[in-house]
């Protein structure tokens, strides 16, 4: 019906004094006299925090063309019937660019607050719900900024222990690559959201906000360099409700749903801001369903195939940093000492004994000292030892292993390193590296991949048959397929051999741990993390710690562990699930980019939350 002018000034006073807490950010256009001028977006609700107050009458009527810039001005009459066609809601308000970038500071320091260190997993949700409404903004290259402060604000702290292994520069350079691909992130889901389907829709927004994530983490992960996995969310949710998903969907689905569960938290956020408490509590709500869903899987623990009765040894070295190891045999004679004294301590025969990766930099295979103190550590303990050692081929380079060492017939099968770690075990441009940091003339003879999966058969009188170790060297545990890998080749126990010396007393370790709970977890099957210097762990097929030990001691481990040999859904369709993501990562811009060159801008204003 029209109203007066009297009725049109009180309206004026309540949208000055009353709605800025309550309405969306583009409510003032629509609530306004017929042939008023419209308010440019952002200027009530909840954006008003944001940006500068300005009344209908103080300005003209702009129009924006297809890339927001304005190209028209025209002068209205201020009154006439009020027309209220207030029927659907402002998924994001607009920020200040300022905003946006404290939001991004925030919501990456949280992020990384979830990450083992400090461990609070419930934050990894909460950075990302910041993240999601930092990037309320339309611009592509403004949120690609916010994507890089986000990133920073994460990788930074979150990769501390390069600093500590290779300096500060080395550092600064890998959390800013990591970082320019959290930017990347941000850039494609400003033109993801901008399909005409996927804009009209907050419900639409959630998943496309999470998948897109996702495929960036897959970026990360092979690219460039083979990729470096770390910061992946899923692997802040080891005690999470949610990373048992990983048995479902594997890394992948539990980051999916973390981010997912974070955009539904940043819309509750915003409906909390505009005291739509209806709303807020069904996207709180819609956040604890997502957090629990994961207690109903049907994790099991139970052996199919037998326990392996299984010894580790984190024998210690010298705290020197990327000096640990200028004392190879005694770092080896720690780890001979350990096994001795686990033959002691063990109530019941071994059936193999775990050495970490690098517990003798001397191959036994070449050297008959070190053979000969592998050996009386072996029959010490009456058992194989998987012995983490360097290998050097004829044809060139270094091979990192893991050697299976038998107490009477000495070097059996082994397992050479896949994915060598670039700037760290082998150096890719090396005068450009060279000039970032000296420490890269440490690596003197670059490693070089080896050429099969690692699955080791290990001879187990007891059972009567050969047992299958699915092994990952240190940083292997980060990347899916070289796990995934040796549990379809038939591995029964997974063993993670690691070497944390040079990275001092970081966070380093815990955040492997946390990976290995998660391996667990995805494929169903007891893991063994030693370290040479810890922290070390034993860990059941539901990712539950059965023993662990403390950073840089001298400390053993024993356990009868379950053997398993079903595979989950995430052993048998990973690659599947891995491919999915990547596929839908470049759809949704895809079809966002064709959407932007069908529907203007200021035609993108009003989405049906």
Request: charged share 20%; glycine share 10%.
């Amino acid at each position: 019906m029209a109203l007066t002018c009297d009725d049109v000034a009180l309206t004026l006073a309540l949208e000055r004094v009353v709605f800025p807490s309550f309405l969306p950010a583009d409510a003032a256009p629509r609530l306004r006299p017929t042939g008023a001028p419209d308010v440019p977006a952002g200027d009530t609700g909840w954006a008003r925090a944001f940006s500068r107050q300005r009344s209908w009458m103080d300005h003209p009527d702009r129009s924006e063309g297809r890339a927001g810039q304005s190209v028209g001005v025209s002068r209205q009459p201020a009154l006439g019937p009020l027309v209220w066609p207030y029927d659907r809601a402002v998924l994001l308000p607009t920020p200040r660019r300022r905003a946006t970038l404290l939001l991004a500071v925030g919501g990456g320091v949280l992020t990384e607050a979830g990450f083992p260190g400090l461990g609070w997993w419930p934050l990894t949700v909460l950075g990302l719900a910041l993240l999601f409404v930092a990037l309320a903004r339309d611009s592509a290259r403004w949120n690609a900024l916010v994507g890089l402060v986000f990133g920073l604000a994460l990788f930074v702290p979150h990769v501390t222990f390069v600093e500590a292994a290779v300096g500060l520069v080395p550092w600064l350079a890998l959390a800013t690559a990591e970082a320019g691909l959290v930017a990347l992130f941000a850039a494609a889901w400003a033109w993801a959201r901008r399909g005409e389907v996927i804009w009209g829709a907050a419900r639409l927004q959630i998943p496309v906000f999470a998948a897109l994530w996702v495929a960036v983490e897959e970026l990360r992960s092979v690219w460039p360099f083979g990729g470096f996995p770390w910061g992946r969310l899923a692997f802040a949710q080891a005690d999470s409700p949610l990373g048992r998903w990983a048995w479902a969907g594997g890394v992948p689905l539990v980051s999916f749903l973390v981010a997912a569960a974070g955009a539904v938290l940043a819309l509750g956020l915003v409906a909390l801001r505009r005291a739509n408490l209806g709303r807020a509590s069904g996207a709180l709500l819609g956040v604890a369903l997502i957090v629990v869903s994961g207690v109903f899987l049907p994790l099991s623990s139970a052996p199919t195939d037998g326990r392996l009765e299984v010894g580790a040894v984190q024998g210690n070295v010298p705290d020197r940093g990327l000096d640990s190891f200028s004392q190879a045999r005694e770092v080896l004679r720690n780890h001979v000492t350990g096994t001795e004294q686990l033959a002691q301590r063990v109530e019941r025969p071994l059936d193999v004994v775990l050495w970490p990766e690098n517990s003798t930099d001397i191959d036994p295979r070449a050297d008959a000292e070190a053979a000969d103190l592998v050996t009386r550590a072996a029959q010490a303990v009456g058992a194989p030892i998987l012995v983490g050692t360097d290998h050097y081929p004829e044809s060139g380079g270094r091979l990192n292993s893991a050697l299976l060492w038998d107490p009477q017939t000495g070097p059996g099968v082994s397992y050479d390193k896949l994915h060598p770690t670039p700037f760290a075990e082998y150096i890719p441009l090396r005068s450009i590296a060279r000039a970032v940091s000296d420490a890269v003339d440490r690596v003197r003879t670059d490693m070089i991949p080896g050429s099969a999966v690692g699955a080791l058969d290990v001879e187990v009188p007891r059972l009567d048959r050969t047992v299958t170790l699915g092994v990952g060297i240190c940083f292997e545990v980060a990347y899916d397929d070289i796990i995934r890998n040796t549990v379809q080749d038939g591995a029964e126990l997974i063993v993670i051999p690691t070497n944390n010396a040079t990275f001092g007393r970081t966070d380093l370790s815990v955040q492997q741990l946390a990976m290995s709970r998660i391996r667990a977890m995805e494929h169903g099957r007891a893991t063994v993390q030693i370290s040479t210097v810890g922290v070390s762990a034993l860990i059941d097929p539901a990712g539950v710690i059965l023993e662990r030990t403390e950073h840089w001691s001298a400390e053993q481990m024993s356990a009868a562990l379950p053997l398993r040999s079903s595979l989950t859904p995430a052993t048998r369709f990973g690659d599947a699930v891995v491919w999915a993501f990547r596929g839908l990562g470049v759809a949704v811009v895809l079809a966002g980019m064709a959407g932007a060159a069908r529907v203007r801008r200021s035609d993108r204003a009003l989405v049906d939350a």
